[in-house]
């Protein structure tokens, strides 16, 4: 596309998104029906993104099918997902509950840098057709909705994503591999308990066809105090997976918290977190033995102008050790979390090029808010991998010796807008070490510019 294209389907996307912005504030009220008994909602979320890279893959380029070696790659991406959700709360029965919506999705231009949305996919999806039922006030002594029974198409997620948290793989036809609107499980069943303070997860879920297509059943436990924070611990087992990969029949058993155990001291403005995910397969033909964990320190400086906080995290994630007959490398799973950064670590090496396997990470994060509806971000990821001799290089080069990948910055802002719409600018670029030049053949610094527009009601 040429700069005069680019500008004008900036324009185009910018004008779209607050024309969308106009109406949804003229109509403040989103209830479609509420006699107190049954009440009925509708939901619009509306997303779009424009995306380049710059040296793509380190200057090594993407092969686009028919078309050769592309240097620097362009695409965008845009969907709309509508939702209803209805709620019937009969006197002395709890309240009945459910949610239907669907995605309508599209990527233009050459698609991501990870060769995986070419061909200009579009797709309209189910991702919400769910039911449940919820006790209300039928346990007074307890507490309001202490238990929480619901099955379908729905979302689930374990902490802050860590290992659980989005269903749906957006590659191939489903296009949006950035913008991922699509996150629910195809299949769930969950049985909800809290009790405060202690609450209960008790999950059945199906991941879609892009994950393998694995089944897994397990439970999660947590014990909550609104002042220091939370103590959680899971585990689930994987059935029904691609007998070919390590997945089926995999056991995953994890602990962690998150909050700050500090305030018992007096201490105010820290937070922490960490967990620990072990991963076996006993099986003998996919034998596996994987660790992953993070530790995370920060500290929000609530007296200084703009309140910035900072933020380390270091993370590791087993590699394949090939003097054993296991495999050590860590399964990521159905990783996802909120914001940039989070567990897709790094806008370039954790979307396109290494996801939480054979990695050791540290995250320097620094955050501030200027004003109200505008927050800045600053982040620093060094990638160093803990098997070198397990990472595969590309077609034709020499084996990767060296575990030094590379670093990677990203600077960006969200700005909040009308109470609806969040506009994104975010710009990144990975300086790569000798095992990304080994790996690919190349040593050019990667770079990313992306803009994503979100408006949501």
């Not at 996919?121 to 449940?132: M, R, S, T, V």
């Not at 820290?270 to 967990?275: I, K, V």
């Not at 007296?303 to 590699?319: K, Q």
Request: hydrophobic content about 40%; glycine content about 12%; charged content about 20%.
């Amino acid at each position: 596309m040429t700069r005069s294209g680019q500008r004008c389907a900036l324009k185009l996307t910018c004008l779209g998104l607050f024309a969308l912005v106009a109406v949804a504030s003229a109509r403040a009220d989103v209830a479609l029906y509420d006699d107190g008994i049954l009440n009925i909602d509708f939901g619009l979320t509306v997303g779009g993104g424009l995306f380049k890279t710059r040296n793509t893959n380190f200057g090594a380029g993407l092969d686009e099918p028919g078309k050769g070696t592309v240097a620097d790659v362009d695409w965008r991406e845009a969907f709309a997902l509508p939702k209803l959700t209805a709620e019937f709360a009969p006197p002395g029965m709890g309240s009945f509950y459910g949610g239907l919506g669907y995605v309508f999705a599209a990527t233009r231009g050459v698609g991501t840098p990870d060769g995986l949305t070419f061909n200009r996919p579009d797709a309209i999806d189910n991702e919400f057709a769910y039911g449940g039922w919820k006790s209300g006030g039928l346990t007074p002594s307890l507490g309001t909705d202490v238990v929480d029974i619901s099955w379908g198409r729905q979302g689930f997620e374990v902490g802050d994503g860590f290992l659980i948290a989005d269903g749906n793989n957006e590659q191939f036809r489903k296009g949006t591999l950035l913008l991922g609107p699509r996150s629910s499980f195809p299949r769930a069943g969950l049985l909800r308990v809290n009790t405060r303070p202690v609450r209960f997860d008790l999950f059945y879920l199906e991941s879609d066809h892009d994950f393998d297509d694995p089944h897994l059943f397990g439970g999660n436990a947590e014990l909550i105090n609104e002042t220091y924070g939370t103590l959680g611990v899971y585990g689930f087992r994987i059935f029904d997976a691609d007998p070919a990969t390590t997945r089926d029949g995999l056991r995953v058993v994890s602990v962690r918290g998150e909050g700050n155990p500090l305030a018992y001291f007096g201490v105010e403005n820290t937070h922490f977190a960490f967990e620990y995910a072990d991963q076996h397969n006993s099986e003998t033909s996919r034998k596996a033995d994987a660790q992953g964990w993070h530790a995370t320190a920060g500290y929000r400086f609530a007296d200084l102008p703009w309140t910035p906080d900072l933020t380390y995290r270091f993370s590791h994630f087993s590699g394949d050790d090939p003097d054993t007959s296991e495999n050590e490398t860590f399964d990521p799973l159905f990783v996802a979390g909120p914001g940039v950064g989070t567990w897709f670590q790094g806008e370039i090496t954790g979307q396109y090029l290494i996801t939480n396997a054979n990695l050791d990470v540290h995250m320097v994060a620094l955050s501030a808010t200027p004003t109200e509806g505008l927050n800045l971000g600053l982040q620093f990821f060094n990638f160093t991998l803990d098997e070198p001799g397990a990472q595969t290089p590309a077609t034709g080069f020499s084996a990767v010796s060296s575990n030094d990948f590379g670093d990677e910055i990203n600077v960006f802002a969200e700005v909040t807008a009308f109470d609806h719409l969040t506009v994104m600018p975010l710009y990144g670029v990975v300086l790569p070490g000798e095992a990304a030049q080994q790996m690919n053949g190349r040593h050019e610094n990667y770079h990313l510019f992306e803009l994503i527009l979100t408006l949501e009601y």
